[in-house]
C-alpha cells in the first residue's frame, strides 16, 4: 500500500514541478515598477496597435475599463485619482497610496501579450544617524535609520565615503564601518542610504569619536601610576632594612 503512495506520488511529481516553474515564470514575467508616496507613477501598456477596448485590473479587481462608444470608468479606490490614455493604454495614478501596491495588468484584444506590473510604492528616506565607538584605539562607525515606522526596509542600501587617508574596513554588516587607529582622525566619513527613488545622506566627524590627547594621557597616568607605588614601597623597604 505504501510502495503505490509512493508510486504515486513519483508520477506526480513531475506536474507538481512544472506548475511551481510556470508560478515562478508568471512572477518574473511581471515588470517592478517604483512609484513614490504621493506622487504620480505611470503604467505603460506597451501596444502599437489601435485599441478598442481597455481594462486595467488590480489583482482580481478592475480598476479602470474603456470601450470605443464609452467613457472611461473607474472603480474605487480609484475613481478621480487616475488616467487612461485610450490610445496607447497606459494608467497612470495620481496620488499614490500604499495601498495602491500590488500586481496590475491590462487586458484587451489588441493586446496579445497582456503587460503585467509590480508596484511598489515608496517614502523619502530621512536623514540616517551616525554613531561611533572607540576600542583599542580603532573606531566603528554604524548608520541607522531611526524612523521605526519605514517601509520596504528591504530595498535600503548602505554605501560610504572614506577619504584616501582614512583606512575604512567592511564592518558586521552594511550600516556598518570600521576604520583602524592607523587612519587620519581629522576627517570626516559619510553614509550614504538609498532605495530605487531616493538618496539621503549623513557624515560623522572621526575626531568626535577618538579619545581625546588628554584622555590618552589619563590612560597613560593610570598604567604608570601602579608601577610609581611599587617602586616606593620597595625602596621604603630598602631603607628600613639598610637602617635596622
Known amino acids: 500500500m505504501a510502495s503505490g503512495r509512493a508510486l504515486r506520488w513519483a508520477v506526480r511529481a513531475p506536474d507538481v514541478i512544472f506548475l511551481l516553474l510556470w508560478l515562478d515564470f508568471i512572477h518574473c514575467d511581471s ?20 485599441l478598442q477596448e481597455i481594462i486595467w485590473k488590480k489583482g482580481k479587481d478592475k480598476a479602470v475599463e474603456w470601450e470605443e462608444q464609452y467613457n472611461v470608468t473607474a472603480f474605487p479606490p480609484f475613481v478621480d485619482r ?21 500586481d496590475y495588468q491590462i487586458e484587451s484584444p489588441s493586446v496579445k501579450n497582456s503587460s503585467k506590473f509590480i508596484l511598489r510604492v515608496v517614502e523619502p528616506l530621512p536623514e540616517p544617524e551616525l554613531y561611533c565607538e572607540s576600542t583599542e584605539g580603532n573606531i566603528s562607525v554604524r548608520c541607522l535609520i531611526l524612523a521605526a515606522s519605514l517601509r520596504h526596509i528591504d530595498l535600503i542600501q548602505y554605501s560610504w565615503n572614506c577619504p584616501p587617508t ?22 570626516d566619513v559619510q553614509c550614504i542610504i538609498s532605495n530605487p527613488l531616493f538618496k539621503s545622506s549623513a557624515s560623522a566627524s572621526l575626531s568626535s569619536c577618538a579619545p581625546t590627547d588628554n584622555t590618552r594621557h589619563r590612560y597613560m597616568l593610570v598604567a604608570v601610576l601602579p608601577a610609581v607605588i611599587v617602586a616606593l614601597v620597595l625602596l621604603k623597604w630598602f631603607l628600613a632594612r639598610r637602617s635596622g
Do not use: W
Open 31 to 50: 515588470k517592478v515598477i517604483y512609484g513614490a508616496l504621493h506622487k504620480n507613477v505611470t503604467l505603460r501598456a506597451s501596444s502599437s496597435q489601435t
Open 82 to 102: 487616475v488616467h487612461l490614455n485610450t490610445g496607447s493604454g497606459d494608467l497612470t495614478i495620481y496620488n499614490l497610496a500604499f495601498e495602491d501596491e500590488g
Open 166 to 187: 582614512v583606512s575604512c574596513q567592511a564592518g558586521l554588516g552594511p550600516s556598518e564601518m570600521y576604520i583602524t587607529k592607523e587612519s587620519d582622525f581629522s576627517q
